[in-house]
């Protein structure tokens, strides 16, 4: 049993990946432990985020949020956080990790591609620079 995940949250597919990492979560968690969701949002270039109104960028964050929020319900640990941050989200989810002291990292992987034998998916990068264990359902 773990007393502290972290739950790389992705919200494509209506959240359908995440809600079964969380089902997941529920089973490996101890009775006062607590989980994560972490959701990393894309950083939008500086010659985008001038032509995009700043409510339009704050809407789309509530929105995650609320995303989130729906997802979190689903989870049984004594504490649930929401974490979302922006930038490169390999580096993110292993910051968040190391924040929370989590002492697992749950996160989807899609099938790989040529494309993930020359970039790495981020799955891949976080297995490979993790410090605790990390477990990569598809």
Same mark, same amino acid.
């Given at each position: 049993m773990y007393k502290s995940i972290v739950i790389a949250a992705a919200l494509f597919n209506q959240g359908a990946t995440t809600r079964s990492l969380v089902e997941k979560a529920n089973k490996l968690i101890d009775r006062d432990g607590s989980i994560t969701l972490v959701h990393v949002l894309d950083e939008v270039p500086a010659y985008l985020s001038a032509a995009i109104a700043r409510e339009q960028l704050m809407a789309h964050r509530r929105a995650i949020r609320e995303q989130l929020e729906s997802l979190a319900s689903r989870a049984k640990a004594k504490n649930v956080d929401i974490d979302i941050r922006g930038g490169r989200p390999s580096e993110? #989810?292993?910051a968040s990790a190391k924040d929370c002291n989590a002492d697992l990292i749950m996160i989807a992987s899609h099938?790989?591609?040529? %494309?993930?034998?020359? #970039?790495?998916?981020? !799955? !891949?990068?976080?297995?490979?620079? %993790?410090?605790? %264990?990390?477990?990569?359902?598809?």
């Open positions: 993110n #989810i292993l099938k790989p591609g040529m %494309s993930d034998f020359f #970039i790495g998916s981020t !799955a !891949a990068r976080v297995v490979r620079h %993790s410090q605790v %264990s990390v477990l990569v359902t598809r």
